[in-house]
Structure formats: C-alpha cells, structure tokens
C-alpha cells in the first residue's frame, strides 16, 4: 500500500519568507505528484502537479521532484498571509492509476 | 469550473444506522472519489470508481460501500453506521489519468456526526 508522509506537521513564517514543504513516497512507480491547499473550513483545492523529475515554476509556487529518493516538495516565495493553510501532497499509485493517495498534511500560518 | 454537487451538507445519524451520501458531477469526468477527513488530518480513500457500474477499493473500504449508477453519481453507504465513522466526508472527480489533466475537483464536503 502507497505510504505518503508529509514534513513538517506545522509550520509559522513571517509575512514575506519562503515556505519549505516536504512529502515522501513509497512507490517507485507513481507518476503523478501533486499539492493541494485547503483553507479552513473549505474543500481542497489542487495548487499544482508534476509528472517528471525536475522542477516546476507557477508564480510564487515551485515543485520539485526527485524519483529516485522518492521524494518533492513545495516551496512558496514571497508567502502571505492568505497563504495560511493546510497543505496536501499526492502520489497516484502504480503507474497511471487514478489512485491517489494524500499525506496527513502540513498545517501553515504565515504572519505579519 | 468543474463542479461536483455533495448531498446532504451535513448529516447526524444514529448508531447502528444506515446513511447514504450522494454526488454528482457535472463535468463529464471519468473518475470519481470518496474521500474522509478527520478534524486537521488528511484525506483517506475509502472507494473509487472509473467507469459506471464498477467501483474499486480504497485504503480504508471497511464499513463502507459505494455505488456508481452513472457517469455523474457516485454515492457512499454506511449500512452500520458507528461513533468511529464521525467525520468529514469529500467526493472528487477527475479526467481520464490517461491524459496530463489529472486535478481532482472537490466537492464542498459532508460533515456526518454519528451518534
């Protein structure tokens, strides 16, 4: 069974610092690699994914994925106070299975 | 936007009884989840389905099922419902994973306390 643990549990940043979020796999065929937020009381939403080794830039967020360690992350620049919130990773399982499996979460709180 | 519908929004049930939650998507997706949250935790599958008619086991199917009658519904049975099953309860849906939009579209939740 695909385990995917999320680090660290919690998080506080200064209004204007960068947001490290880590997350770990345990299939080494997964193929889609995704994170997404969830602000109190409301559904997750998808933030951004990646499929191959690498990195990817979207504005403020960048990916990062490494296959063979079987681990990316997340990394918000500039973060704001609106991006208070928990935040999900996700690994498919085996494949192109739309499997997906979510982490426990990383809460964060940016303040000012 | 893609959207998915989740009846009721809340619901308290009894011990021992049977509740049935309900989605339905408009967005022509193939895939569709079922999804619990426990209060500040992730998300856990319980089942999903990627055709009509058929569904597939998540990591915790125990003490659930699911049905797919349609494309656009796809609902969760709790035939014995109990305290451990409180929580917050999420449908998705998604395109076919054999493309690259694979983004789930989440529903706005259910939140089931059992009595």
């Known amino acids: 069974q695909q385990k995917v643990q999320q680090s660290p549990e919690s998080l506080i940043v200064p209004e204007g610092a960068m947001t490290s979020l880590n997350c770990t796999f345990s299939?080494?065929?997964?193929?889609?690699f995704a994170w997404y937020r969830q602000h109190s009381g409301k559904a997750p939403k998808a933030l951004m994914s990646i499929f191959s080794n690498g990195e990817k830039e979207e504005g403020r967020f960048t990916i990062h994925l490494n296959k063979a360690s079987l681990h990316f992350s997340l990394h918000i620049r500039d973060s704001q106070p609106s991006d208070s919130a928990l935040y999900l990773c996700?690994?498919?399982?085996?494949?192109?299975?739309?499997?997906?499996?979510f982490g426990e979460g990383t809460q964060v709180t940016v303040i000012s | 936007e893609a959207a998915v519908t989740q009846s009721p929004r809340s619901k308290v049930a009894v011990t021992g009884g049977k509740v049935t939650l309900s989605c339905h998507q408009t967005?022509?997706?193939?895939?569709m989840y079922w999804y619990r949250q426990d209060t500040g935790h992730g998300l856990r599958l319980i089942h999903y389905?990627?055709?009509?008619?058929?569904?597939e086991k998540g990591d915790i199917p125990d003490g659930y099922k699911a049905s797919r009658p349609s494309q656009e519904n796809f609902s969760l049975i709790l035939e014995l419902a109990s305290l451990s099953q409180t929580a917050v309860y999420f449908c998705?849906?998604?395109?076919?994973?054999?493309?690259?939009?694979?983004?789930?579209?989440f529903g706005a939740g259910t939140r089931l306390s059992v009595l």
């Open positions: 299939d080494s065929a997964s193929q889609y």
């Open positions: 996700a690994v498919n399982t085996g494949g192109l299975s739309g499997k997906l499996t």
């Open positions: 967005n022509n997706h193939d895939y």
């Open positions: 389905s990627y055709v009509a008619d058929s569904t």
């Open positions: 998705a849906s998604s395109d076919d994973w054999g493309s690259s939009q694979n983004t789930l579209y």
